[in-house]
């Protein structure tokens, strides 16, 4: 079994950079900390509850306070990003697809030289 840490590691650093700058300086933000979303503009709000972070904060604000009701929205949204991290986490780890091969048309010649001297040939019988 192939480990998944070379797997990790083709994407490479530009890809990992970018997913910093999305979870960490939009994603804490947007999710409201401990202020909610009520202090930020509502198009950022929205943006956080797409996010991992503004999912998590009221699935466990709701656990906590509420007893865990209305916990359906959080935890579907916790659940997208574990699948579709599962998904591009596995996409290395996929066998590579075969390369098709057209036969290609040999010339009558091809094994012409391929004889040695003195050798005799003789007709093949089935």
Request: net charge positive; glycine share 12%; with cysteine.
């Amino acid at each position: 079994m192939r480990e998944l840490t070379p797997s990790l590691a083709k994407p490479g650093p530009p890809l990992a950079a970018a997913l910093v700058l999305l979870f960490v300086p939009v994603g804490v933000p947007a999710a409201g900390g401990p202020f909610g979303p009520v202090f930020i503009t509502s198009w950022y709000a929205h943006l956080g509850t797409a996010l991992p972070a503004g999912a998590a904060m009221p699935a466990i604000r709701d656990v906590i306070s509420f007893g865990g009701q209305a916990l359906a929205v959080p935890l579907l949204v916790l659940c997208l990003w574990a699948g579709i991290s599962a998904i591009v986490l596995a996409l290395p780890l996929l066998p590579p697809p075969r390369r098709r091969t057209e036969l290609a048309e040999v010339p009558a010649d091809v094994g012409a030289g391929l004889t040695q001297p003195g050798m005799k040939l003789g007709k093949r019988t089935a």
